[in-house]
């Protein structure tokens, strides 16, 4: 089984900073990419940032230059720095990996529980 704990979100004004982070556990043989997703109330789930296993990442148009993801592959943690942070940022962020729980399987997807990030004006 494997877990993936998020932390760091909260309530924060406009142009103030957070730093999420996302932890992985449990029967882990290899992590390909990990990733943000957040999802607004009645909007869809939408990809904000992710990072490949050599670290090249990629980012939603809309966080360019204010968000920044990155990650740690010795202890299966990935990172979602959040700068200029915007009312419209608000929104439950969850964390999602690519896992191979074992040398012979084949890698899947696993969610967090998601955090929430709320940004007031």
């Known amino acids: 089984q494997v877990q993936l704990v998020e932390s760091g979100g909260g309530l924060v004004q406009a142009g103030a900073s957070l730093r999420l982070s996302c932890a992985a556990s449990?029967?882990?043989?290899?992590?390909?990419?990990m990733g943000w997703y957040r999802q607004a109330p009645g909007k869809q789930r939408e990809l904000v940032a992710s990072?490949?296993?050599?670290?090249?990442?990629n980012c939603a148009d809309s966080v360019k230059g204010r968000f920044t993801i990155s990650r740690d592959n010795v202890k299966n943690t990935v990172y979602l720095q959040m700068n200029s942070l915007k009312p419209e940022d608000t929104a439950v962020y969850y964390c999602?990996?690519?896992?191979?729980?074992?040398?012979?399987?084949?890698?899947?997807?696993?969610w967090g529980q998601g955090t929430q990030v709320t940004v007031s004006s």
């Open positions: 449990g029967s882990i043989n290899s992590i390909n990419a």
């Open positions: 999602n990996a690519l896992v191979a729980p074992s040398a012979w399987s084949h890698p899947q997807p696993y």
């Open positions: 990072i490949t296993s050599g670290g090249t990442t």
